[in-house]
């Protein structure tokens, strides 16, 4: 049985994105293209007209660590994320002139977990966390969101690296009003320069900023 306590999918945290302007200042070791302080990750909100097909260039992410930790819904969890790195995003927006909204936006990243026993007792996939270290890649692997799991045992603990996706996918509409613009319900701000769209949001404690050129 699929562990309620992991959450790879991520969706369900999606929903739950605050979309503010302004940076987390912090930065606990992101890598590739995505790692940079919240100062790096800011946006100067402008505004513009938002309507076209947008393709994802790059993400800057405050704090991967953060964005990531959510991954594992278990108390006894807290601890288990070490690294996030390698943090890339993909798809992007169609934006109708009818004010129709599709996104297709993802974030992918490379995370290290290392679990120990009363974790992998609270995600229900295992008693001893070095013992049964197959069991937790098992599962881990079972989730629609990984690419890759691969875990071994480290001392008493069980390590793992696992490469996942954040879907940001849907299909609703979008509005906009001053610099902030709205679709599927959640507000961004954002700035069309040409054709460069750059828009912004934080999620669990971590900054994303997108850019996306018009096709």
């Given amino acids: 049985m699929r562990s309620r306590a992991i959450k790879l999918t991520i969706l369900a945290a999606v929903t739950s994105f605050i979309w503010a302007c302004g940076g987390d200042d912090s930065d606990d070791g992101g890598g590739g293209g995505g790692g940079g302080s919240g100062e790096m990750c800011s946006i100067k909100a402008c505004g513009g007209d938002p309507a076209g097909d947008w393709t994802v260039t790059d993400v800057c992410v405050s704090n991967p660590t953060k964005l990531f930790a959510a991954t594992v819904n278990a108390e006894a969890c807290a601890s288990a994320l070490k690294t996030a790195t390698n943090i890339k995003g993909s798809g992007g927006y169609k934006l109708g002139t009818d004010k129709s909204a599709m996104s297709t936006i993802a974030v992918s990243g490379t995370a290290m977990f290392s679990f120990n026993d ?3 007792k609270a995600l229900g996939i295992a008693e001893v966390a070095a013992t049964d270290c197959a069991k937790i890649q098992e599962a881990f692997t079972k989730e629609k969101a990984v690419k890759s799991a ?17 879907s940001l996918a849907g299909n609703g509409s979008y509005t906009v009003s001053g610099t902030e613009l709205t679709v599927m319900s959640l507000k961004q701000p954002f700035c069309v320069d040409g054709k460069e ?11 994303l ?3 996306l050129s018009k096709m």
């Fill in 118 to 120: 009363a974790c992998a």
């Fill in 150 to 166: 691969n875990c071994a045992a480290a001392g008493a603990n069980c390590d793992c690296t696992i490469t996942s996706d954040i």
């Fill in 197 to 207: 769209l750059s828009i912004q949001t934080t999620a669990s404690g971590a900054t």
């Fill in 209 to 211: 900023t997108f850019t």
